[in-house]
């Protein structure tokens, strides 16, 4: 096997194994950055106001839940607001995320409920079957149970362990493709010590197919939007999940663009070395020329 | 084009080891999601439709007997508000859905879907909460007269009967009685705090109201 045979083979396959890498450093650094981020849940959260809507079904099944009960929606006048919502909701997710625990202050929201039904027994003249008091307890608990039921995010506990799975592999992975791209990197170079168009058109095959390995995952989601389909009810939790997935993928897409424009720019980089250099030695030879003429 | 084919071919090689690698996770994966996945996104418009127009259907009068078109007569789907309930003597006025679960109950009076529109000389079972829309059959009598309005006319009914049942007593109607019978139920006692065992029911059966005809 001729000698710049085994080259081409040699920085071929450093070429292939570089795809790898990049490939695997650019969707890791996607998962990482578009995924696996508690700010990536309450960036979602946020843009689809999911707690304002929370607080209006909230509001909604508590009216359901009392009025078999023989009260009324005014009940629950001044108890719960949607800004206190919002904040329980986000501290009890990032206890959930965190595995730490978090005990909302259910008290303040207790007493108001029971001064208002109180009130709404005397003013509606409600008779109770047995002790009034324990019956109102057992209609507070029961709408303070549903308040936390209400206000944690379904498998909010498994989604933090997974990220925090993630975040803990994320800067050896990341490091090791790194030292691992730099290696094949410099046999590439090694390989082509006065060619450096070659060295440039290999890191491009590489990058061009990090690129491509890149951008196949959200463009197959845009395309066929089949996260879209998912059958979650209600409405905002469907909306809050849709748009964490849509985040996600718009990183993705944004990474994997960066990837493919620094491909092209290789691609010209090479380009362009390559007919300097041809250009440069069609010059130096017909010097040559001239001087053997003369 | 080897800028092209090159990092195509690496990149298909990059998939195809991934796959073989993973393919019992990746096969889960997509199990998965096909599975809470349907052929288009779900829709989450909860707004009730009403099938219900004022004398939408033209009601014929001859010898005394009303008679409308049967193809006339619009069937209700589950959550459509397709009549209003009223008896003027007790201040009863309130729109029927149906169906009877929580969102409709806080809109009016539901109706069970097991049972029939008016019109078809079968049961008809309307429930409400007892301190919203069904608040007023505390005052009902027997004598009394209920109407119920549709897009196809008007059907009244004579109250027979009024019984207190435990909730889960079944013989508080047939579904397979030979007439027309409509039966009114909620919670009993009126005007109590927390959940009540016990319903009380009105039935009325029917005394006037459109006829269908091919």
């Known amino acids: 096997m001729k000698k710049s045979s085994v080259r081409t083979v040699i920085c071929i396959l450093a070429s292939m194994l570089l795809s790898i890498f990049v490939s695997v450093l650019a969707i890791m650094l996607s998962v990482e950055l578009g995924f696996a981020t508690n700010n990536s849940l309450a960036i979602a959260l946020d843009e689809v106001k999911y707690y304002e809507r929370l607080y209006e079904d909230f509001m909604d099944k508590c009216e359901s839940v009392v009025i078999p009960d023989g009260l009324g929606a005014e009940v629950f006048d001044g108890v719960f607001t949607v800004e206190q919502l919002k904040s329980d909701g986000n501290a009890y997710l990032n206890a959930q995320l965190n595995s730490t625990v978090y005990k909302i202050n259910l008290d303040s929201y207790k007493t108001k409920l029971t001064i208002n039904i109180k009130e709404y027994v005397e003013k509606n003249q409600l008779v109770a079957d047995g002790n009034e008091d324990e019956i109102i307890e057992a209609i507070t608990d029961n709408i303070m149970d549903y308040y936390i039921k209400m206000i944690s995010i379904p498998y909010a506990s498994t989604i933090g362990s997974i990220f925090r799975t993630i975040s803990a592999y994320f800067p050896y992975v990341f490091f090791a493709m790194l030292i691992f791209a730099i290696i094949t990197i410099w046999i590439i170079n090694k390989q082509n010590p006065h060619k450096k168009n070659r060295v440039f058109r290999y890191l491009a095959y590489a990058i061009m197919s990090g690129a491509i390995t890149t951008l196949v995952p959200p463009i197959y989601c845009i395309y066929t939007n089949f996260y879209t389909k998912i059958q979650v009810y209600p409405g905002y939790l469907y909306d809050f999940i849709v748009r964490y997935i849509e985040n996600g993928i718009r990183i993705m897409l944004i990474i994997g663009i960066i990837l493919f424009i620094v491909a092209i720019a290789m691609i010209a980089l090479s380009t362009y070395i390559k007919y300097k250099y041809i250009h440069v030695k069609h010059h130096h030879h017909h010097h040559s020329s001239d001087d053997s003429e003369a | ?214």
């Not at chain 2, 800028?3 to 796959?19: N, Q």
């Not at chain 2, 505390?138 to 207190?164: A, H, L, M, Q, R």
Request: proline fraction near 3%; charged fraction near 20%; charge should be negative.
């Open chain 2, 1 to 214: 084009m080897a800028y092209i084919y090159v990092p195509l071919f690496f990149s298909f090689l990059a998939y195809g080891v991934t796959y073989l690698m993973a393919s019992d996770v990746i096969d889960m994966a997509v199990n998965l999601v096909s599975l809470i996945s349907a052929d288009k996104a779900p829709d989450f418009s909860n707004e009730n439709n009403s099938i219900f127009v004022k004398d939408a259907v033209e009601v014929v009068e001859e010898d005394g007997v009303q008679t409308v078109k049967r193809a006339d007569v619009g069937m209700a789907d589950y959550g459509d508000l397709y009549a209003y309930v009223r008896c003027t003597r007790i201040a009863l006025d309130a729109p029927v859905y149906y169906g009877d679960d929580d969102a409709i109950l806080k809109k009016g009076v539901g109706q069970d879907f097991a049972s029939s529109q008016p019109g078809f000389g079968r049961l008809i079972v309307l429930c409400a909460h007892n301190n919203m829309y069904f608040n007023a059959l505390k005052n009902i009598e027997i004598g009394d007269i209920v109407e119920i309005e549709t897009s196809y006319g008007t059907y009244s009914y004579e109250i027979k009967e009024t019984k207190i049942l435990n909730e889960n007593d079944s013989s508080a109607f047939d579904y397979a009685i030979d007439h027309e019978q409509l039966v009114m139920y909620t919670c009993y006692p009126f005007d109590m705090l927390a959940h009540t065992p016990n319903r009380f029911f009105v039935y009325a059966d029917l005394i006037s109201g459109p006829v269908f005809v091919d």
